[in-house]
């Protein structure tokens, strides 16, 4: 019987974290500027603040879970008001060249603010397994050693700054340091990796992923 060969493709995309809990923010540029705001707390929030460095209209704003009303619009600040569930999301876009945002804020039914990190980076990894096994069967080859790159370029920072490190670690113990990297395996077995980042102010962020090297590849039937 030839054993089963297994395709693992890893792609992971991370935002960064929150003084609260999670990692609720994230931002990304289309045609537009995109700030996704995600409820990671246990907390029941009624209000979003956000402050941007200029005057700021809103193209178009989402809620996944969320439904919120702009209920201000003054000096490039934004008040929002309404309700969010746990793990909600709520979208606001603006103009590509418009102003960025410096700070943001949950607010709970007493009126309390609780700051979202939208300062530190994005780590983001990825990187690709070919097909393999563990087991023998006619038509196996030996799958190891094996060179997988891995790749950190799509970490990005929400203020638009440049990364100027990026950490790899494994867990058996190894580290290296590159935007992208290649590492030879020589033994099967589970890993997991951490990508760790930094902005020019030294804030850093980072992403987990683990993976399975196989012992031999096979052909296909």
């Given at each position: ?105 949950w607010v ?99 992403t987990t ?13």
């Open positions: 019987m030839r054993a089963r060969s297994v395709l693992s493709l890893a792609v992971l995309i991370v935002s960064c974290a929150v003084a609260v809990s999670g990692r609720p923010y994230q931002f990304m540029q289309t045609d537009r500027n995109v700030a996704l705001f995600e409820n990671a707390t246990d907390l029941t929030l009624v209000g979003l603040r956000v402050v941007f460095t200029g005057d700021v209209d809103p193209l178009q704003v989402i809620g996944i879970g969320a439904e919120f009303e702009l209920a201000s619009n003054e000096a490039g600040v934004l008040v929002y008001e309404g309700a969010v569930v746990h793990l909600g999301v709520f979208e606001i876009d603006w103009a590509l060249d418009g102003p960025a945002v410096h700070a943001a804020f709970d039914a007493d009126g309390l603010e609780y700051e979202i990190d939208v300062h530190s980076p994005h780590a983001r990894m990825w990187y690709e397994l070919p097909p393999g096994t563990d087991e023998w069967a006619d038509g196996c080859a030996f799958y190891i050693p094996i060179e997988i790159e891995f790749d950190g370029h799509w970490s990005k920072d929400p203020d638009r700054l440049a990364l100027v490190r990026h950490q790899w670690s494994w867990s058996d113990g190894l580290a290296l340091e590159g935007e992208t990297v290649v590492r030879t395996f020589r033994t099967p077995g589970t890993y997991t990796v951490i990508l760790t980042a930094w902005d020019v102010q030294g804030l850093p962020d980072s992923s683990s993976f399975h090297v196989y012992r031999y590849r096979c052909e296909e039937e």
